[in-house]
């Protein structure tokens, strides 16, 4: 869009669009749970891959409005996938094990980041938008095949005989009523307010330093590789001070990171403080996805999943749409001190609230390794099993919460 049309508001528009479906995430969630997840995985990707087609079609500016209906339907799959991957997950998984497979799949997908954007920039730039969108759409059915080969005997879904208007707001009455969750996502749904404004502000950056606006895939790459090394300790982290404590240091990082951008004098120091912003971008994610899927039953994860959507996107796309606006009106180091500064007030506010839920889980952590040192040690210091981790991962669920998957201590060698 900023190619088409030389617009940094058109370009930041185009975000507006793809999170508009998350307002209407309620409706879908009914359905999602409804049906089973692998399935719903399977034919979502195949379908996403016929959505993002179009684009191959764009050629000036006048196609603009084909952007923007991709982007809609785009955001769509946003809604679906995720809900449904969540669903999934929780029926794959034990509960103690979902933090590792969340922080998995996250590193994973972060590590495409390091060359995914130079990649689709360069052939961008070599040949146009046609050749990315073909791409794209092929990852889509290559995901849809690999969901496919899954063995898995799901349950069917539990139905729900209650009014329509009972099961549209069965996900925000969860969150409502569970004092955790509603504390976090008012921390979230602070920072939503303004991460939006980076969308077109990022363009307004790279103008400053004279940057074409392909240089964002650099941006994006560097962020990449910080968000891998996020990907890879956030599970350490999240097990040491839980999924609370993990969210407010994610929040705090990701605030201190857009502050040195927005006081930075030189490209080389704007990209040196996109590694610690990408790597708060995982510990959130992987923070808050695991305490939502621990905390809410299988038969509503659907609807609690678009439930967040919908907390989430509706200040997010005042967020773009204001962010597109401002963009016109002050400087892009402007905008990003007013992000640093909601994104650290969002921090201290699950930090203030949730404080004792913090010291409780720190404090839960220390009593599984206790636990696991009784059943490696025994009272008086020595090992009693020949084959102790063995043991212990044979054992109860919170001694096996204590190790990692590969039978080390999670939290700390002590």
Known sequence: MKTLTGSNAQAGLTFFFMVIPSLFAPLLGVWIDRVRRRPLLVWGNVASAFVVLPLVLVRDAGDVWLVWTVAFLYGVSFVVLPAALNGLLKELMPDDLLVDANASLQTTKEAFRLFGPLVGAALFAWTGGWLVAAIDAVSFLVAALVIATIRLREEPPQRDDSHLMGQLVAGLRHLGGDRVLRHVLVGFGMTMLVIGFSEASIYS?????????????????????????????????????????????????????????????????????????????????IAFTTLVQRRSP?????????????????????????????????????????????????????????????????????????????????????????????????????????????????????
């Open 205 to 285: 950056l790279l103008d400053a330093f004279d940057k074409p606006a392909t240089y964002a895939g650099v941006f994006v790459t560097v962020e990449g590789v910080g968000a891998v090394a996020g990907g890879l300790v956030s599970s350490r982290l999240i097990r040491r001070v839980g999924e609370v404590g993990a969210t407010v240091i994610g929040l705090a990082l990701m605030a201190g990171s857009i502050a040195g951008c927005a006081a930075a004098a030189s490209m080389p120091v704007v990209l040196a403080f996109a590694v610690p912003f990408g790597v708060s971008l995982p510990m959130l994610f």
């Open 298 to 414: 299988q038969a509503i994860m659907g609807r609690v999943t678009t439930a967040v959507e919908v907390l989430m996107a509706s200040p997010q796309a005042a967020s773009l749409a204001v962010g597109s606006l401002l963009v016109a009106l002050l400087s892009y180091r402007t905008i990003f001190w007013i992000m640093a500064v909601v994104i650290a007030a969002g921090a201290s506010h699950i930090a203030f609230w949730l404080r004792g839920q913090i010291g409780s889980d720190w404090r839960s952590v220390d009593q599984r390794l206790y636990a696991v040192a009784q059943d490696l040690l025994g009272e008086d210091g020595r090992a009693g099993d020949p084959d102790p981790v063995e043991h212990v991962v044979g054992g109860d669920a919170p001694a096996l919460g204590a190790l990692g998957a590969d039978g080390h201590l999670a939290a700390g060698e002590d």
